[in-house]
Nanobody, 122 residues
């Protein structure tokens, strides 16, 4: 099992910044054979959940096109924590942001945090 706890959400004005954190715990995190992808998703009211940024144990990093150049995903493996630095925030970034951990090689290992609200408004 993997437990994920997000923090860092809140209300920010357009053009502002926030940093989300996702603290991860669980014994399988130490199993390198699992491989992993640590992901940030978001879901706005009335919209489908979308992948915002992803970082994997193979070194791949990917971003949603609309956040490229503004958001940065990073990880601290010693702390088992993944971050999402969000700059130049726009009202359309308003959503609940979810942290996700999944194994690259075993489909059943797929875990989610509870979500944190990000609101961009003046």
């Amino acid at each position: 099992q993997v437990q994920l706890v997000e923090s860092g959400g809140g209300l920010v004005q357009p053009g502002g910044s926030l940093r989300l954190s996702c603290a991860t715990s669980g014994t399988i995190l130490n199993n390198r054979a699992m491989g992993w992808s640590r992901n940030w998703y978001r879901q706005a009211p009335g919209k489908e959940r979308e992948l915002v940024a992803a970082i994997s144990s193979t070194g791949n990093i990917n971003y949603l096109e609309s956040v490229k150049g503004r958001f940065t995903i990073s990880g601290d493996n010693a702390k088992n924590t993944v971050y999402l630095q969000m700059n130049s925030l726009k009202p359309e970034d308003t959503a609940v942001y979810f942290c996700n951990w999944r194994s690259l090689y075993f489909r059943d290992y797929d875990y989610w945090g509870q979500g944190t609200q990000v609101t961009v408004s003046s």
